[in-house]
């Protein structure tokens, strides 16, 4: 098999019956990497088929994150679909869920029980708070996971109300963190020869760790972090500014060089030999008056002069897209970034592309979203053994 064909998680399956929407969307991350992903639903179907936009009853946010997956259906509330699960269980690396702590070992199917009967196993157990804790049995959901991690307490104006994200921003993080320690599990297991182990994910947690050096610096020096709109803390200029033609513009100045380089652009040279200047958290403190020179100046140009004059400054600015705008940009056009499938149900479909390019081991979207129980019958009766009677019969029971 060429390098070409090979992908780096081929040989590995994983079981996903998680839902709403870190460990399905961390299901999705290893199987565009040639991960075998067989996704479990109840019979009514997972809960994503229900949310968002939808072509003609077919569900669009469904096609994104269950690609690359094979579909079954099994109710693990009955005995029967617990049984089918511990027969599907020899066969796989990974079991991802996200029931209520609890929930498994009231149905008989405990870390212990299944790694009873697979050693090798690698559970990744994802919930709002964890296994365990005064909160441990909560609802949780990212919504939560961005109010507790102190993410919606620095999000706002700052005489506005604090501000929650209009996407699953925890969840994501969490996908990203569960595939990390998924793969963690896998390297410990394979090449030391360790058997599976069980994960405990609290979403609250992999979001506290991306929002930077606030409980240190609250150890520290007693000091909160407040909501500051656009700006930052640690350095200025640095805010969403206007164009005269109407656009909006972000602009950085992180290194002290760039800083440099934008108050020559917009005409305030002088304000570089001031003391302040020379330190982020300095150059914050005076965000007003930096402010208002960056914004007048770019609010007396349009668009493309301001990006072009910009990059010829080697100064730092984005235009802020919305998506039409993200599917027609070159840049993203050059990198792939969106990609086009053949789906069966809507024609060519175009979704986000793998997130990360390998030279070697490529990863690859084979197709979107299954229908409901697509796999049933390859999966139950060609490797499980079941006749056509007999998945009849355990669809009619409401098992399958």
Known sequence: MSSEDTQVLEGVRVLDASTLFAGPLAATILSDFGAEIIKIEHPRGDPVRNHGHSKD??????????????????????????????RLIPAADVFIENFRPGTLERWNLSPDRLRQINPNLVIARVTGFGQFGPYANR????????????????????DGPPTLPPFGLA??????????????????????????????????EPILTILGPQPIVYDQLGVIQNRSGNRSVNNAPRNTYRTADGAWVAVSTSAQSIAERVMHLVGHPEVID???????????????ELDAYVGGW????????????????????????????????????ALGSIASIDDPDLGSVKMQNVMFRMSDTPGRIRWAGRGLGEDNRAIFGGELGLSDEELAALSERGVL
Not at 298 to 313: C, N, Q, W
């Open 57 to 86: 009853g077919i569900p669009l946010w469904w096609k994104m994150l269950s690609r690359n997956k094979r579909t079954i259906t099994l109710n693990l509330s009955k005995p029967e679909g617990q049984e089918l699960l511990e």
């Open 139 to 158: 609802p949780g959901f990212g919504t939560l996971a961005e109010s507790m991690s102190g993410f919606a307490h620095i999000t706002g104006e700052p």
């Open 171 to 204: 969840d994501g993080i969490t996908a990203q963190a569960t595939a990390n320690a998924i793969l963690l599990a896998l390297y410990h297991r394979d090449v030391h020869g360790s058997p599976g182990q069980v994960i405990d994910l609290a979403i609250i």
């Open 274 to 288: 001031e003391p302040w200047f020379a330190s982020g958290a300095d150059r914050a403190k005076h965000a007003d």
């Open 298 to 333: 770019i609010g007396r140009h349009e668009l493309d002069e301001v990006v072009k004059v910009f990059e010829e400054a080697q100064a730092a600015i984005a235009p802020i897209y919305s998506v039409k705008e993200i599917m027609e940009d070159p840049q993203y056009e």
